[in-house]
């Protein structure tokens, strides 16, 4: 039995089917047909700008100086 793959790890060996080879994947510059680019490197451009915008600012130095 074959051990599944993640959507991840299935895009990737999607684009190494393509282009020809792992080495080339990061060279990829996208065909306006593939669907996968924007998913090659493991980014969803559906959740862009959600999240926790808190989680990126730096925290403020309390009174103690700590």
């Known amino acids: 039995m074959a051990k599944r ?3 991840l790890k299935a ?9 020809g080879g792992a080495h ?8 306006n ?3 996968l680019f924007p998913f090659r490197k ?3 451009p559906a959740r862009k700008g959600m999240g ?3 989680a990126f600012k730096p925290k ?3 009174e103690s100086g700590r």
């Open 5 to 7: 793959l993640t959507p």
């Open 11 to 19: 895009i990737r060996e999607f684009c190494k089917d393509c282009v």
């Open 24 to 31: 080339w994947v990061n060279d990829c510059g996208g065909d």
């Open 33 to 35: 047909n593939c669907v």
């Open 42 to 44: 493991g980014h969803n």
């Open 52 to 54: 926790r915008k808190d």
């Open 60 to 62: 403020e130095a309390n």
